[in-house]
């Protein structure tokens, strides 16, 4: 329907991108449009086709795995029939290898990792590239795990069992691949008006937040999941290459 917005979320069969999938499932039918039609239209993209979120006309689930080569070009052909996209959530990524230190790094591990949550992200990114809406926001969901001042400053430098060198790398990585976006766009008048930041979700009770169920992290992914909607709600175009939390606060690199 015309009018109508169009947020693509991967990684939404589970945890954050579930709930964020979900929040904006809820707020299409808030404050409702004249012609009694949604205001979102949700694209949510898994690795494998799942049903957890259905029963809506305005939602659309593909399986599409973003590490793969082509991911990319499954993702164009989906998202040029519903285009433009207004909002794009790279929020799909893998947290394996989280024993390794120095000396005891899993390279095929760290190897999968950066084909998901770096070049995964860029993959989605520029599948969507022709088919962003002049104002368009993209987040990437990084986390603090990702903030090299973090660890220069000895907060939550390491845990009792890692140094979590695999998943750290991977988000400092997408950090600066969301710089580097945001400012590749700014210099080009098609894109200049589109935002692009990395949002922290915070330390969510997820099956990833919680080491599989073995510790309880404090932030129900509900919690997380509305603040971000607000957050990209609220986006000034100053604040494209930013690094915030999900509540809007800046982050240090």
Request: charged share 20%.
């Amino acid at each position: 329907a015309p009018g109508m917005k169009t947020v693509v979320v991967t990684g939404a069969n589970r945890g954050l991108g579930l709930e964020l999938a979900r929040a904006y499932i809820d707020d299409a039918f808030e404050g409702i449009r004249d012609d009694g039609e949604p205001r979102w239209r949700v694209i949510a993209v898994a690795r494998k086709h799942t049903d957890v979120i259905h029963g809506h006309a305005h939602v659309r689930t593909r399986g599409i795995d973003v590490s793969e080569p082509d991911a990319s070009n499954a993702l164009g052909i989906v998202l040029a029939q519903y285009a433009p996209v207004d909002v794009l959530i790279n929020n799909a990524a893998v947290c394996i290898g989280r024993e390794c230190a120095v000396g005891n790094v899993d390279y095929g591990a760290w190897t999968r990792s950066f084909e998901t949550n770096v070049m995964g992200a860029m993959r989605v990114l520029e599948a969507a590239l022709p088919h962003l809406a002049r104002d368009a926001v993209v987040v990437n969901v990084s986390g603090r795990m990702g903030s090299i001042g973090r660890v220069t400053a000895g907060l939550g430098a390491s845990s009792a069992t890692t140094q979590d060198v695999v998943y750290r790398t991977t988000k400092a990585a997408l950090n600066m691949m969301t710089v580097c976006a945001a400012a590749e766009f700014k210099a080009k008048d098609e894109t200049r008006d589109v935002k692009v930041v990395a949002v922290d979700p915070g330390w969510m009770n997820t099956d990833m937040g919680s080491r599989g169920g073995t510790v309880t992290a404090p932030l129900d992914p509900s919690e997380s999941a509305a603040g971000i909607v607000a957050l990209i709600a609220g986006l000034k175009p100053e604040d494209s290459g930013k690094f915030l939390n999900w509540r809007g606060e800046e982050s240090p690199w």
